[in-house]
């Protein structure tokens, strides 16, 4: 399973991470971009839960944790 927390919004476009105040985790920014979302169908062993292909944008810049978290820092 893949968890992902937005934790803070950043304008600063100089930065490319930063701490967390509070509870020291380390945030990097990911800007706007685009991806293929999924596994083409020619992959072995592909899950059904896997596709189909999508494309998928990102509009707004944001600040994502660079690591897992435990309980007790969310």
Same mark, same amino acid.
């Given at each position: ?13 100089? *930065? ?9 985790? @380390? ?7 685009? &991806? ?6 020619? *992959?072995?062993?592909?899950? *059904?839960? @896997? ?10 810049? &944001?600040?994502?944790? *660079?690591? @897992? &978290? ?5």
């Amino acid at each position: 399973m893949l968890s992902i927390a937005i934790v803070s919004y950043g304008r600063d476009s100089n *930065k490319r991470s930063m701490m967390s105040p509070g509870i020291g985790l @380390e945030l990097i920014r990911v800007n706007p971009s685009s &991806f293929t979302m999924g596994s083409p169908r020619s *992959k072995t062993l592909r899950d *059904k839960a @896997e596709g189909p292909q999508t494309r998928v944008g990102i509009t707004r810049r &944001f600040w994502l944790g *660079k690591t @897992e &978290f435990t309980q007790g820092q969310y």
